[in-house]
């Protein structure tokens, strides 16, 4: 499980899919450069930010499965003024925000309860954005080409970003709605709800992201944290260490799930990724010493690395990108 602190970052991963964002479960590339959604060495998605009444939501408390594939965030609202005149006191709305991250699809549920004696009027507001740089990009280096991006809006209040690279892929990353935006446009989703006394309310959003590579299916919310929960349940069993050193014991749970998290099937192998920001970048050498480290714990994980090497060995010789003949 990730340690947090109000500072730092969360990441979440399953598969070829990365998630940058805050505690808050925000994403905002013009304040953290590294923030994004990515996949494919691509960052589809680098704003997602979410407002209540126009101001930021106050952060309780955050915490991420030990698979990395979810997080689970508390928020309470600062002290707001209402369109009617009347302040809303801080602490009075409960906010749990849910972000899972499934098969090329960043799931975010909120719930929200009102803890007032009085019926208040919520607005929720969401600013999207997405870019579509690549990781390079976001290290500093230029783009030798721009590619041709374009926003429609879909059936059922959906809001489509599409990127055409210099490449000719098309990419696509598509925000979807479990009830209908009061109001959408290109960078901008609102909901308004009415909260009685005691009630909570429930509302969500999903970002699919689609290439030539994966066109994913999109579950709603209890359908997604449903097959995330069966394939905790039926996960491989692999070695394990237990101490009685509390601190030892947190260390290493700390580091197996930094490992697995960081593990992507390429081509039924396995396969241990350089992380953020390179995303889902094999580093050869890196990739050697990790198997090696980890053979008593999953042995699969050195046959993969040496097919994957044997595999993509250059054959030529490339200053540019390092390349020689038996290199990996």
């Known amino acids: 499980m990730q340690v947090f602190t109000q500072n730092a970052g969360c990441m979440l991963k399953h598969g070829p899919t990365f998630l940058a964002a805050t505690w808050s479960g925000d994403v905002d590339a013009r304040t953290t450069p590294e923030h994004g959604l990515y996949q494919e060495d691509t960052r589809f ?43 809303l006191p801080k602490r009075t709305i409960h906010l749990v925000r849910t972000s899972l991250l499934w098969e090329h699809v960043l799931y975010q549920q909120l719930v929200i309860t009102s803890c007032s004696a009085e019926p208040c009027l919520v607005a929720l507001t969401l600013s999207l954005d997405a870019d579509f740089a690549d990781v390079f990009e976001i290290q500093g280096y230029a783009r030798s080409a721009d590619g041709r991006r374009e926003i429609a809006h879909g059936p059922d209040g959906q809001l489509g970003f599409r990127y055409t690279g210099a490449d000719a892929l098309e990419r696509r990353a598509t925000v979807g709605f479990t009830s209908r935006p009061a109001w959408l446009d290109e960078t901008t989703a609102s909901m308004v709800l009415t909260l009685q006394p005691q009630q909570s309310r429930i509302c969500g959003w999903s970002v699919a992201l689609s290439s030539m590579l994966a066109e994913p299916a999109v579950w709603s919310f209890a359908q997604a944290d449903q097959r995330h929960r069966a394939a905790i349940t039926h996960a491989d069993l692999h070695a394990t260490i237990n101490t009685s050193q509390t601190l030892l014991q947190h260390w290493l749970d700390q580091s197996i799930a930094d490992i697995e998290m960081l593990l992507t099937r390429r081509e039924h192998i396995w396969y241990p990724d350089a992380g953020l920001p390179w995303c889902r970048a094999p580093a050869g050498r890196d990739g050697i010493f990790t198997a090696l480290a980890l053979l008593w714990y999953r042995p699969e994980i050195a046959r993969g690395v040496l097919t994957y090497l044997a595999a993509t060995q250059a054959t030529t010789y490339d200053s540019r990108r390092g390349a020689e003949p038996a290199k990996s």
């Open 45 to 87: 998605l680098s704003r997602l930010v979410l407002q209540l009444n126009q101001q930021a939501p106050l952060l309780l408390q955050a915490t991420v499965s030990h698979d990395s594939r979810c997080l689970t965030t508390h928020l309470t609202n600062p002290q707001l003024l209402l369109e009617s005149g009347h302040v």
